[in-house]
């Protein structure tokens, strides 16, 4: 479980998140929803202990996280897809990742099937699409087999396949009792994918309930 409590940082005059509280259960899906620039990539770093709040606090199960002690055994994320150093494979990428956290090496190769990048471990990341990006961020957010996980607009870059199997990977994390926290701009990608939702805008808490909820109200 996830509790955000309170939450709020400032970047000089700019409030990215102000006074956040929500709380995110296992077992299904949640929708973290709001246009650009609303939060929820700063909400996602502060409940992963990389971005310090201005005031508030954000747990998984019960204690701040720390990735330097629990790591990605407790708590994956998929960030910024981007953000990965390019020169390296990306068997490579996720054998430093595994090595990092005490992880077994079988790991990578399983987590590479999972995703479907089985066939391009030993490419280099530099010349991946954005999807494929995307599929090595979510291998190595599963890399520790997690029962928390956190996805920053991982939809972006996918194919419609890609979509398709990105939502029953959810899907199944959900099943499996995880919790699986969701970001992205645009309902449309909620309606088939969460359970439940919880919507931000400019910082601040606008909605938090089941996706049924909204549906009743036309929302
Ligand atoms: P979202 O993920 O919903 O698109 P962000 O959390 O990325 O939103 O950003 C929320 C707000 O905080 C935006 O106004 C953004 O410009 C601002 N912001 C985010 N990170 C920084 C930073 N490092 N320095 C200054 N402003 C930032
Ligand atoms: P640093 O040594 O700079 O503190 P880390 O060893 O924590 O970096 O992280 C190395 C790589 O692992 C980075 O690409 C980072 O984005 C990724 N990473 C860190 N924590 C997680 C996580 N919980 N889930 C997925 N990837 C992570």
Same mark, same amino acid.
């Given at each position: 479980?996830?509790?955000?409590? %309170?939450?709020?940082?400032?970047?000089?005059? +700019?409030?990215? +998140?102000? #006074?956040?509280?929500?709380?995110?259960?296992?077992?299904? /899906?949640?929708?973290? &929803? #709001? =246009?650009?620039?609303?939060?929820?990539?700063?909400?996602?770093?502060?409940?992963?202990?990389?971005?310090?709040?201005?005031? *508030?606090?954000?747990?998984?199960?019960?204690?701040?996280?720390?990735?330097?002690?629990?790591?990605?055994?407790?708590?994956?994320?998929?960030?910024?897809? #981007?953000?990965?150093?390019?020169?390296?494979?990306?068997?490579?990428?996720?054998?430093?990742?595994?090595? *990092?956290? *005490?992880? =077994?090496?079988?790991?990578?190769? %399983?987590?590479?099937?999972?995703?479907? &990048?089985?066939?391009?471990?030993?490419?280099?990341?530099?010349?991946?699409?954005?999807?494929?990006?995307?599929? &090595?961020? $979510?291998?190595?957010?599963?890399?520790?087999?997690?029962?928390?996980?956190?996805?920053?607009? =991982? +939809?972006?870059?996918?194919? =419609? %396949?890609?979509?398709?199997?990105?939502?029953?990977?959810?899907?199944?994390?959900?099943? %499996?009792?995880?919790? /699986?926290? /969701?970001?992205?701009?645009?309902?449309?990608?909620?309606?088939?994918?969460?359970?439940?939702?919880? /919507? $931000? *805008?400019?910082?601040?808490? $606008?909605?938090?309930?089941?996706?049924?909820?909204?549906?009743?109200?036309?929302?």
């Amino acid at each position: 479980m996830i509790e955000v409590n %309170e939450l709020t940082k400032r970047y000089g005059a +700019v409030t990215a +998140v102000n #006074g956040l509280t929500f709380t995110v259960r296992p077992g299904r /899906v949640t929708g973290f &929803l #709001g =246009p650009n620039g609303a939060g929820k990539s700063t909400t996602m770093r502060m409940i992963l202990g990389l971005n310090r709040p201005t005031s *508030g606090s954000a747990t998984i199960d019960g204690h701040p996280f720390d990735r330097h002690k629990a790591g990605l055994r407790h708590a994956g994320a998929l960030l910024d897809a #981007g953000d990965v150093h390019g020169g390296r494979t990306a068997a490579a990428h996720l054998h430093a990742l595994a090595r *990092g956290n *005490g992880l =077994p090496r079988r790991r990578v190769a %399983e987590v590479l099937e999972e995703v479907g &990048l089985a066939g391009v471990a030993r490419r280099r990341i530099a010349g991946f699409s954005l999807g494929m990006r995307q599929r &090595l961020g $979510i291998a190595a957010a599963l890399l520790g087999d997690p029962p928390v996980l956190l996805f920053d607009e =991982p +939809v972006n870059g996918l194919d =419609p %396949e890609g979509v398709r199997w990105v939502r029953g990977l959810f899907r199944r994390l959900a099943a %499996e009792g995880r919790t /699986v926290l /969701v970001s992205s701009h645009l309902m449309s990608e909620m309606e088939n994918t969460a359970d439940h939702l919880v /919507v $931000i *805008g400019r910082g601040e808490l $606008i909605a938090a309930q089941a996706l049924a909820a909204f549906a009743a109200r036309g929302a």
